[in-house]
């Protein structure tokens, strides 16, 4: 309802200062008339005629959340810009006072500016839009709206695993894309690599353990393998991409206790966390039907006895294995 007051109230006030300048003609009354004049046509034109007529026919959600937002910056941009050309018209001494106070106002302001220049920059560059994940000031997340100062995420990660969110909105400022890095996960790709690491004890069948787990990793996602090249085959005609195979790789290492398997396969970005379970999951039951041919290394310290120490006359006693001792040189 507030929208509909503005539309009647703007052309009364309109008219109002159009008859109090007629009859008491005065600079300030004239361009007052001149930017309610001007207020009213830039909502007639852009919010009614423009937003309401064409963002109807918008089926997208996307689209029509972006139309709206452009929109909104045609707004704000041809208001500030009209009321400038109005009110700086006038003597030297006046546009002087004007230069003067927009230099004061923008370095009082200049968060706001910045903040500005790099919603600015979002849009023009595409950086990211709505629905994008992104990772930005340490901070990862869907993005859920693109403001004109702050960009808005539903946060992920931080003490909730496997990408899920954790319920919280994180504003970011827009300023921050003039100097931060920036992470897009689903720009241009929606694919990324994952990686399941594990140690197996030497005692195991390495050959076997290998052949076994491709063959499950492979089986999960031969799906995602295909949808991933395709996507990065089209990719490829916007970057410039080297080899880039999207089918699952196991790497083992050698260390001294233990063999270290590591098992990297692609994902969609939502999937990675249920896509790990899966495949953890059928690992682990593969390792248990395995008949020991598969075992798991783990930290076990195995006491096979106790060294002889020979301490007599020293103030702490026998071989451990005695049953005599003596402490602090006082036999018992």
Do not use: C
């Amino acid at each position: 309802m507030a929208k509909y007051y503005l539309v009647a109230i703007w052309p009364i006030l309109t008219i109002s200062f159009w008859i109090a300048n007629f009859y008491y003609p005065t600079p300030y009354l004239e361009n007052t008339f001149y930017s309610f004049l001007v207020l009213t046509a830039i909502h007639v034109l852009l919010k009614i005629v423009l937003e309401k007529r064409f963002t109807k026919k918008i089926k997208d959600k996307r689209t029509r959340y972006s139309f709206k937002k452009i929109i909104s910056i045609l707004y704000v941009g041809a208001f500030v810009a009209a009321m400038a050309l109005i009110w700086s018209e006038g003597t030297q001494e006046v546009t002087v006072a004007f230069g003067l106070a927009t230099a004061g106002i923008a370095f009082a302001l200049q968060d706001l500016l910045k903040n500005l220049a790099g919603g600015a920059i979002i849009y023009m560059t595409r950086l990211y839009s709505v629905g994008d994940r992104i990772e930005i000031n340490s901070k990862t997340g869907d993005v859920i709206d693109i403001g004109i100062l702050y960009t808005t995420l539903l946060e992920t990660r931080e003490w909730i695993t496997a990408d899920l969110p954790t319920g919280r909105l994180t504003t970011i400022p827009n300023g921050s894309v003039l100097s931060t890095n920036i992470n897009n996960y689903t720009r241009d790709h929606n694919y990324i690599w994952d990686e399941i690491a594990f140690p197996l004890d030497y005692r195991s069948d390495s050959k076997y353990a290998q052949d076994r787990f491709m063959k499950i990793v492979t089986e999960e996602t031969k799906e995602t393998v295909a949808r991933a090249a395709k996507s990065i085959e089209k990719m490829g005609e916007k970057y410039y991409l080297g080899d880039n195979s999207t089918e699952p790789i196991i790497n083992i290492a050698l260390t001294g206790s233990e063999i270290s398997v590591r098992i990297r396969y692609t994902v969609d970005t939502r999937q990675r966390g249920r896509m790990k379970h899966k495949i953890s999951s059928l690992i682990l039951e593969e390792i248990k039907k395995s008949d020991g041919k598969i075992q798991v290394a783990t930290s076990t310290l195995d006491i096979v006895g106790f060294p002889k120490s020979n301490t007599k006359g020293q103030g702490i006693g026998k071989d451990f294995g005695d049953t005599d001792a003596s402490v602090g040189g006082f036999d018992k």
